[in-house]
């Protein structure tokens, strides 16, 4: 079970529910940038959590779709590790005290996969009721220390070109609330 796509589901209406998989649906006022227009080569997903947050290397999934009309085109990608020096400053001013930043990014055969996949969106966006949206899957996260509640939040950022800024997808979710859910959705202990 996802502990956070339960309890956090980010959507033009900005719903919080509680998995570990969080979505976006393009649309809401202000608007927040997205995989499904970005440069793929310069996305980044920058997550801002105590240091005994751990993201498994090679296990944080993206999700691009679009579903509606047009037809159902959706697929996976795999967040690889990006240099966190070369984002330092741009997610400062988020950066709460005892924040650690992880920065992860497409593989270049991955944006390269996005960049068709947009095509294909685009060509698809021209029929009616096309609803477009990405999830970023936390659900390979865990815990790495005493379960005590942390006074450090959970972050999570999102910038869609190296031209522009990062921008917040998720602020201040508390850590020991996720510790503390059912069983089958919390944040588990690292092995």
């Not at 809401?28 to 290397?57: G, Q, Y």
């Not at 990608?77 to 988020?94: G, I, R």
């Not at 021209?126 to 477009?132: C, M």
């Amino acid at each position: 079970m996802r502990f956070l796509a339960k309890s956090l589901v980010i959507s033009a209406a900005a719903l919080l529910s509680a998995c570990s998989t969080f979505s976006f649906l393009p649309g809401a006022s202000d608007p927040i940038p997205t995989p499904i227009a970005a440069n793929p080569a310069s996305l980044r997903i920058a997550v801002l959590a105590p240091e005994e947050f751990r993201l498994p290397k090679g296990e944080i999934e993206l999700t691009v779709y679009q579903r509606g009309a047009g037809g159902d085109i959706s697929q996976d990608y795999m967040l690889v590790n990006a240099e966190p020096e070369s984002a330092a400053a741009a997610v400062a001013e988020f950066r709460k005290p005892g924040q650690v930043l992880t920065l992860l990014r497409l593989s270049p055969a991955d944006a390269l996969r996005l960049r068709d996949q947009q095509e294909q969106m685009a060509v698809a966006r021209n029929a009616a009721g096309s609803k477009p949206g990405f999830e970023v899957d936390l659900d390979s996260t865990c815990w790495n220390g005493p379960l005590v509640a942390p006074v450090v939040p959970l972050d999570v950022l999102i910038r869609a070109d190296s031209d522009e800024e990062f921008h917040p997808l998720l602020s201040d979710i508390d850590i020991f609330e996720l510790m503390n859910r059912p069983e089958d959705s919390r944040l588990k202990r690292c092995s």
